[in-house]
């Protein structure tokens, strides 16, 4: 089945951009209906909605992280990736791809990154 696959730096400084890439095998990012979505894992804190991009390509974003958030997609490689600039220890998180239509899920393992100097 598919599978999902975050890739990226682990620690990112204070400032920077946070950029990762989630490879999907298995199924083509493009393939009607699906919403891809970046998400995240505060410590201590519930899971957030980043936001997301259509099969056909819109962008939705979370309002709360919209001026920072900017998800892309390359649809010869099979990805989609996430940057999040100025970043700050509040972005510590574990962050997810994932999946989506409907009430169906599919999520990658997660990827702990860490911001700090």
């Known amino acids: 089945q598919v599978q999902l696959q975050e890739s990226g730096p682990v620690l990112v400084k204070p400032s920077h951009t946070l950029s990762l890439t989630c490879t999907v095998s298995?199924?083509?990012?493009?393939?009607?209906?699906?919403?891809w979505s970046w998400n995240r894992h505060p410590p201590g804190q519930g899971l957030e909605w980043m936001g997301a991009i259509a099969y056909e390509g819109s962008n939705y974003y979370s309002p709360s992280l919209k001026s920072r958030t900017s998800i892309s997609r390359d649809t010869s490689k099979n990805q989609f990736s996430l940057q999040l600039s100025s970043v700050t220890p509040e972005d510590t998180a574990v962050y997810y791809c994932?999946?989506?239509?409907?009430?169906?899920?599919?999520w990658g393992q997660g990827t702990q990154v860490t911001v700090s100097s």
């Open positions: 994932a999946r989506k239509l409907s009430g169906s899920y599919y």
């Open positions: 298995g199924g083509s990012i493009t393939t009607s209906y699906y919403y």
